[in-house]
């Protein structure tokens, strides 16, 4: 159930967070989903550029079914998320015009500007499935995390000021 993975702080207690999960929701995950492996295939391979570009279509194709069209162009037109949208949509016109490994580069650095917002929630959901999240629920684990997000959020706070 998503509804579990709201914390405990969020600004209106009383009401949990609700996400319907219908037909296009669930093809839009499948599509991110295939946009990532499809992505890791291409820089597994050498990046190939037709596997790596095809990655980006049905990643961008997933994630705009996933959380609407409107909500996606909202989150890519941020004015907080300019540097991130710019790193990403040059990245994949490098990948489209022949040089995937600066257009992949570029890309991961869109990619973690645009989403770092998500990282806590991630965690959150990373401890919570049942293998894999005793692995990220060890302290030497969770001190790293921690460590390294604030440095993250160190490093591109100081960039932006």
Known sequence: ????FVCSSSPVPSKMVSFEMNDLKKI????????VFFSFLGIVFFFDKG???MGNILF???LGLTIGLKSTMQFFTKPKNYKGTISFGAGFFLVLIGW?????????YGFIVLFSGFWPTLAV???RIPIL??????????SVWISQHRHFFFVAESYEA
């Open 1 to 4: 159930q998503l509804q579990d």
């Open 100 to 108: 995937p490994f600066f257009g992949m580069l570029l890309e991961a």
């Open 60 to 62: 961008l194709s997933g």
């Open 28 to 35: 839009g995950l499948g599509l991110t989903g295939f946009g």
């Open 51 to 53: 596997l790596i570009a």
């Open 133 to 142: 999240g005793w692995i990220f629920q060890q302290p030497f684990v969770t």
């Open 125 to 127: 959901f990373l401890q």
